[in-house]
């Protein structure tokens, strides 16, 4: 059976995935900050954990900087020694990362749902007057038979469960790729902002620093009349790209601390139990 049943751009920045008549969970692999064709991007980890991701029939949302587009020609921050070998000397860098992408993604691309764009991709973005991240999906879809969305920097994402002859049920996420960050609270301080800004999300999840966390925020909800205090829970996807182990480089120098490896494994969706339907979601960090 598909992961989905469909999935729709409704409005700007609003994405509707309906789920299949009966499958009342939703298995998830949140990641982020891939920076797939920087030269210290980990890909044996992060093809293991798409790898894994696949095999336990999960959905997969990239939540920006999924390229890293730093050594451009007219990029103040590019350095020839952050390519991947394969891109030295051919002259077409923007397509060189494309077409290396394309063959990294193209086995997890059914089940990859939405990816967002991050400050990397929007940086080159701009610069260029075209959107790298549109061209890449294009090229993912037409040559998967998917239907891959992009994201902008941040949105919601409502998920619609039915059961046959039941009413539906609803998860909302919010995506945001990402803006505060601290060496010392590691970001964790953007919960309650998080909060405040989209209190209609039951999940919400950024990236950007680097930082790898999952931190529960109680709300009050009106619900049928009565008051229950519920659980909004935020989540923080690390990176891929390790900047620490040669122990050189730019990070290191600076020592802006070593940053967790990694993403997100989660399920949400609703239980039944005893004709109640309650929702429902877990999360754990990949090792």
């Known amino acids: 059976m598909p992961?989905?049943?469909s999935i729709t751009k409704i409005d700007k920045g609003l994405f509707e995935i309906r789920h299949n008549v009966g499958n009342y969970i939703s298995k998830m692999f949140w990641a982020s900050d891939l920076h797939l064709d920087n030269n210290k991007c980990n890909r044996k980890r992060l093809r293991?954990?798409?790898t894994k991701a696949v095999k336990e029939n999960r959905m997969i949302i990239l939540n920006g900087d999924t390229l890293c587009l730093m050594q451009g020609k007219y990029d103040p921050r590019s350095a020839k020694s952050a390519l991947p070998k394969?891109?030295?000397g051919s002259g077409y860098y923007i397509d060189n990362v494309l077409n290396d992408a394309v063959e990294f993604l193209s086995?997890?691309?059914?089940?990859?749902?939405?990816?967002?764009?991050g400050n990397h991709e929007t940086s080159v973005s701009n610069r260029m007057e075209s959107c790298v991240l549109t061209r890449l999906v294009d090229r993912l879809n037409q040559r998967n038979n998917t239907n891959?969305?992009?994201?902008?920097?941040?949105g919601h994402v409502v998920h619609r469960f039915r059961s046959k002859g039941g009413n539906g049920q609803t998860f909302t996420e919010f995506y945001h790729h990402g803006n505060w960050g601290g060496i010392i609270t590691k970001g964790t301080?953007?919960?309650t902002r998080y909060a405040a800004i989209c209190p209609d999300a039951d999940v919400c999840h950024s990236g950007h620093t680097h930082d790898q966390w999952i931190?529960?925020?109680?709300?009050?909800?009106?619900k049928k009349n009565c008051i229950k205090v519920q659980k909004q829970w935020h989540i923080k996807t690390g990176t891929y790209k390790e900047e620490f182990e040669d122990m050189d480089g730019w990070a290191f120098e600076k020592i802006v601390m070593p940053k967790c490896i990694g993403g997100v494994y989660g399920e949400i969706g609703f239980t039944t139990n005893r004709g109640a339907k309650n929702m429902h979601f877990s999360a754990t960090l990949t090792n």
């Open 3 to 5: 992961l989905f049943k």
């Open 48 to 50: 293991g954990d798409l």
């Open 86 to 88: 394969g891109y030295v």
């Open 107 to 117: 086995p997890f691309a059914k089940n990859i749902a939405i990816i967002f764009k």
């Open 148 to 154: 891959i969305q992009v994201g902008g920097y941040g």
């Open 189 to 191: 301080l953007g919960v």
């Open 215 to 222: 931190v529960p925020q109680a709300r009050y909800r009106v």
